[in-house]
């Protein structure tokens, strides 16, 4: 059962790259997210979707686009990468929106942006 | 904006005491939940809690919620090297899909 898998695991851009950060899943869940973790921010909310076709935004959505053509995929695109980017993402499922249900994360993305 | 917050946001401390980690918000939460995590990996989920007041135990863990649902708290009895992480809430409000994390507190635990 591979749950929430993302891709890469480690990337290092230059300032004004753009670049795409995969998450797939295989839960059959209908809502997913991106979060960005920085040291003492906990993690904060950049995009999120409900279901496939429907995205919305979350805290920092700003240099950050997403899109859901599928249930079980969920790309985050840097569309010009800059230092502030640098950054832990971390992509996520559950099976609903509400708080009430579990969410599961993949490993992580450790992204570095020069 | 970051709607929760976390404290302390580091705490050291030796095997075998105890400590309380808190989660505080001005907004009133449909549910509450926290996660820990460990280096490398991302959250894991350890309790969910939905009714103001609600107690809930996980072996040396008990978690609360607020009679008001705006802010909870994690006790931890005993305290072992294995309970080292960052320890983070979550909350959504009703009505949304927004799902948002507080600031976190990074335990370490000493033998």
């Known amino acids: 059962n591979a749950g929430v898998t993302q891709t890469p695991k480690f990337q290092v851009l230059k300032t004004g790259q753009s670049m795409t950060l995969q998450c797939a899943q295989d839960m059959n869940h209908e809502y997913m997210s991106w979060y960005r973790q920085d040291p003492g921010m906990g993690l904060r909310l950049i995009h999120y979707?409900?279901?496939?076709?429907?995205?919305d935004q979350g805290e920092v959505p700003n240099g950050y686009n997403v899109s859901r053509s599928t249930t079980e995929d969920f790309p985050l695109r840097l569309l010009s990468a800059a230092p502030s980017q640098t950054s832990v993402y971390f992509c996520?499922?559950?099976?609903?929106?509400?708080?009430?249900?579990?969410?599961?994360f993949g490993q992580g993305t450790r992204l570095t942006v020069v | 904006t970051q709607l929760l917050e976390q404290s302390p946001q580091f705490l050291s401390i030796q095997e075998g005491e105890n400590l309380t980690v808190y989660c505080n918000s001005s907004s009133v939460f449909s549910s509450l939940q926290w996660y820990r995590q460990e280096p490398g990996e991302g959250p894991v989920l350890l309790v969910t809690v939905v009714t103001g007041g609600e107690v809930k135990k996980l072996k040396r863990l008990t978690f609360q919620f607020g009679d008001a649902r705006k802010d909870s708290s994690l006790h931890i009895t005993a305290a072992q090297p294995g309970d080292t992480g960052l320890y983070l809430c979550a909350a959504s409000t009703s009505g949304t899909y927004k799902y948002i994390f507080g600031t976190g507190t990074r335990l370490k635990v000493l033998a």
């Open positions: 996520a499922s559950s099976y609903q929106g509400a708080g009430n249900t579990e969410a599961f």
């Open positions: 979707s409900v279901g496939a076709g429907i995205t």
